[in-house]
């Protein structure tokens, strides 16, 4: 058995990215004979995704029951002091510090990793300025490495390991026909993160038939709902189908996935699409596409919280819908693809 590796999980849904790359990452330690134990302050409102961790006695799920500050502090210290791990990976950066306190009290000669899975700015009650003690940074984009280096985190301590995406046999068909059929996949926020709204207006302006395919849930769905009515869009004009825990089940035919978002760490959603062969026009926000879209290629990338340029971006993708091999767009992702993140992840971790 190898060494004993701690992952502290930041809060989470149950029903985003973060979960995909934690059971990726995680049943990738398990099968190189890692110990792994995963931490939960604070336990997911939906748990159905924890289905995905391999079945093993190497894996220890450990929830906490007590969510005030004080009681995930505890939880965290009497957990590391019991499991005495030699490596801690900590998904945000205020785990990074309490576990920097308590390391040379309790936990001895122990590697701090920071692996954060959202940009590094205009964050509420999250200190940045915690990232500084790790001892090492697993970083999900080039653009959360650039972050970390204009804050003076050296170079050599920053390692770039893009979250990875399984092959997929099938190719998801283009529709061929005179619609340009569009698919959401996420949860639904009207502005904020998602920034649905966005999408809204820019095909409400469009000079090309359309049809959006929407697969997710969320706090704004009524809002967004009574938004498309006051746009006086057509009423067959969106479907939506809610959320699916396997949304790849229901998606036969697609021409395009749609991405408007303000913010990522490094949007999972879109290697799923890719990997299936489909094409993805998503907003070129500050961490993660400009890493994986390709403009002609696989898809294309609009200035972020612009409804102007996604419109354009729409238009120009529409009369060459058919023309983008779906073959092309699987292979423009294979730096990503999970046989070469696992020796990358191990040797970093060794």
């Given at each position: 058995m190898k060494s004993r590796i701690c992952i502290i999980a930041p809060p989470m849904s149950g029903r985003g990215g973060t979960e995909s790359a934690?059971?990726?990452?995680?049943?990738?330690?398990?099968?190189?004979?890692?110990?792994?134990?995963?931490?939960?302050?604070?336990?997911?409102?939906?748990?159905?995704?924890?289905?995905?961790?391999?079945?093993?006695?190497?894996?220890?799920?450990?929830?906490?029951?007590?969510?005030?500050?004080?009681?995930?502090?505890?939880?965290?210290?009497?957990?590391?002091?019991?499991?005495?791990?030699?490596?801690?990976?900590?998904?945000?950066?205020?785990?990074?510090?309490?576990?920097?306190?308590?390391?040379?009290?309790?936990?001895?000669?122990?590697?701090?990793?920071?692996?954060?899975?959202?940009?590094?700015?205009?964050?509420?009650?999250?200190?940045?300025?915690?990232?500084?003690?790790?001892?090492?940074?697993?970083?999900?984009s080039n653009g959360i490495k650039q972050q970390l280096i204009d804050m003076n985190i050296p170079k050599e301590r920053i390692h770039v390991i893009f979250n990875s995406v399984k092959h997929t046999e099938y190719s998801i068909e283009s529709s061929r026909d005179t619609f340009l059929n569009l698919l959401y996949v996420g949860r639904i926020t009207f502005e904020g993160q998602k920034n649905l709204k966005l999408g809204i207006d820019a095909l409400s302006k469009v000079e090309i038939p359309w049809k959006l395919t929407v697969i997710g849930s969320g706090k704004d769905e009524r809002k967004i709902k009574e938004y498309i009515q006051a746009k006086n869009l057509p009423d067959n004009s969106i479907n939506w189908l809610g959320w699916s825990d396997n949304p790849w089940l229901d998606v036969k035919k697609m021409d395009a996935l749609l991405l408007t978002s303000n913010y990522e760490g490094f949007p999972m959603v879109l290697l799923e699409a890719l990997s299936r062969g489909l094409p993805c026009i998503s907003a070129n926000c500050e961490t993660g596409p400009s890493d994986i879209i390709k403009n002609q290629v696989n898809g294309y990338l609009f200035e972020m919280n612009n409804s102007e340029d996604l419109k354009q971006k729409l238009e120009i993708f529409y009369p060459k819908k058919a023309n983008f091999d779906r073959n092309v767009v699987k292979k423009s992702i294979s730096t990503y693809y999970e046989e070469n993140y696992e020796s990358k992840l191990i040797e970093l971790l060794s």
């Open positions: 934690l059971i990726e990452f995680t049943n990738i330690l398990i099968r190189n004979k890692y110990e792994v134990n995963l931490l939960f302050p604070e336990d997911t409102q939906y748990n159905e995704w924890k289905n995905g961790f391999i079945q093993s006695d190497s894996l220890h799920l450990i929830v906490n029951k007590q969510y005030n500050k004080v009681g995930k502090s505890l939880f965290i210290a009497y957990n590391l002091f019991r499991i005495k791990p030699k490596l801690v990976v900590c998904m945000g950066p205020n785990m990074i510090r309490f576990v920097s306190k308590i390391k040379k009290y309790i936990l001895g000669k122990i590697k701090i990793y920071s692996w954060v899975h959202f940009t590094l700015k205009n964050l509420q009650f999250i200190n940045i300025s915690h990232m500084k003690f790790a001892d090492e940074h697993l970083v999900i």
